[in-house]
T-cell receptor, first 114, second 112 residues
């Protein structure tokens, strides 16, 4: 059974710092990996999608990497801003039990202090 | 552009009462539709997904059901709510399996 773990559960950094969020998964048989952002009381916003054949994806100050063989992904945020404060979730797209679905981690709550 | 609407935003219901949450998607056709539940400390759990009208797959046996009466409409229902049904319910859509998932703003359900 695929399990997705995100460490740390919470992270607090000063504004301007570069930071890395970690995601690990137990089964390397994934189709893709997606990173999401969730603001308090809101739905999730898709940030980046990395196909299983890719190594990384970039969008603005965000860079996500994928090492499928080791079951790891990182989300790098450059020059963090208070507006980046949110919970970041990763999810892997898999086939399990005859169905295809995303399996989510529990997220890392990021606080960027001005 | 595509948009997803989910309502209501918050709901407080007594145990044993019925439930109906609605989700609609605009600006696309034949989307894959999903219902997730997010409970504190447990992450997101996939409840139902649908690849077409009338086609519903259930991921977890439970007190809930889902229906897709129209191409871009997805409804989550219960005949009798339990306390354990409390949580944050999220509707989502994607263009095809494995495509980026787009979420609605969620419904906070409290069963009292």
């Amino acid at each position: 059974k695929q399990e997705v773990t995100q460490i740390p559960a919470a992270l607090s950094v000063p504004e301007g710092e570069n930071l890395v969020l970690n995601c690990s998964f137990t089964d390397s048989a994934i189709y893709n990996l997606q990173w999401f952002r969730q603001d308090p009381g809101k739905g999730l916003t898709s940030l980046l999608l990395i196909q299983s054949s890719q190594r990384e994806q970039t969008s603005g100050r965000l860079n996500a990497s994928l090492d499928k063989s080791s079951g790891r992904s990182t989300l790098y945020i450059a020059a963090s801003q208070p507006g980046d404060s949110a919970t970041y979730l990763c999810a892997v797209y898999i086939t399990q039990g005859g169905s295809e679905k995303l399996v989510f981690g529990k997220g890392t709550k990021l606080t960027v202090n001005p | 552009s595509q948009t997803i609407h989910q309502w209501p935003a918050t709901l407080v219901q007594p145990v044993g009462s019925p439930l109906s949450l609605e989700c609609t998607v605009e600006g696309t056709s034949n989307p894959n539709l999903y219902w997730y539940r997010q409970a504190a400390g447990r992450g997101l759990q996939l409840l139902f997904y649908s690849v077409g009208i009338g086609q519903i797959s259930s991921e977890v046996p439970q007190n809930l059901s889902a229906s897709r009466p129209q191409d871009r409409q997805f409804i989550l229902s219960s005949k009798k709510l339990l306390l354990s049904d409390s949580g944050f319910y999220l509707c989502a859509w994607s263009s095809y399996p494995g495509a980026p998932l787009h979420f609605g703003n969620g419904t906070r359900l409290t069963v009292t």
